[in-house]
């Protein structure tokens, strides 16, 4: 996945691996920063992300113990949401450091989203929590997301965005650029805390990241903004 040129909220390009590189990086980066990778997330998104989880499990609209994949789980946050709201999760990720350090009774196994461990159609719903742009190619793993998501069942992808609103936007922009390396530096890793806002540019523009959803075999997507814009979560329905 090629990065786009950077905008107002994304740091330097030159911060970005490569495509061959990125898979290395990225797992070994989320190996490095899993244990104080709650911890900053509640921090950096003033506790947003809890709010915008439980958007996306709600989005669902899944009956009570549906099963349901949530790719990419990292520590498990929406597993427990997942959980939370009575459905039946299984959580999958390529990083040990970030199983490891999960905290959830759901079962996780390791895997690599671009090639999912399980048989067509198995689970009711699949939910993605701020992992887009860290695939090194999207669309085979929105392919594999469809494919282990039966006829008819729930997908919902959450990521980070940028806000329409220049206001907000330039806010934003200095938050990401200044405010989270400064505070992932002392608290966590620096580097990592670049590498972060700089992957949004790995995400695809709208009408093309919509596109790409469809593409793959799921229909009736939205699309919603979340956080002043700063998250947005896709949802639709597996053909
Ligand atoms: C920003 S974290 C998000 C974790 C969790 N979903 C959340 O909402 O906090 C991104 C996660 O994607 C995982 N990841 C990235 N590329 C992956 C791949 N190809 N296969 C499986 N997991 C991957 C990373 O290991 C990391 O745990």
Known sequence: MNPRPPSDATAAVSDLPDFDDKARVVEAMFDRIAPRYDTLNRLLTFR???????A????????RGSR??????GTGDLCRTLTDAHLDPVGADF?????????TDAPLLRA???????????????????????????????????RVVRPGGRVA????????SPLVRRVH?????????????LVSDRAAYRYLPASTAYLPAVPDLLALIVEAGVIDVSRRTLGFGAAQLLTGTRA
């Open 48 to 54: 947003m992300d809890v709010g915008w989880r439980k």
């Open 56 to 63: 996306a499990v709600r989005a669902l609209s899944l009956p």
């Open 68 to 73: 349901v994949l949530d790719l990419a789980c």
């Open 95 to 103: 990083s040990a450091g970030m199983l490891r350090a999960a905290r």
């Open 112 to 146: 690599d989203a671009m090639q999912l461990p399980f048989a067509d159609g198995t689970f009711d719903g699949l939910t993605c929590g701020f992992a887009l742009r860290n695939f090194s190619a999207l669309a085979p793993v929105l392919v594999e997301c469809a």
């Open 157 to 164: 992808l959450l990521d980070v965005a940028e806000p329409e």
């Open 173 to 185: 922009g200095a938050w990401f650029r200044h405010v989270v390396p400064f505070v992932g530096g």
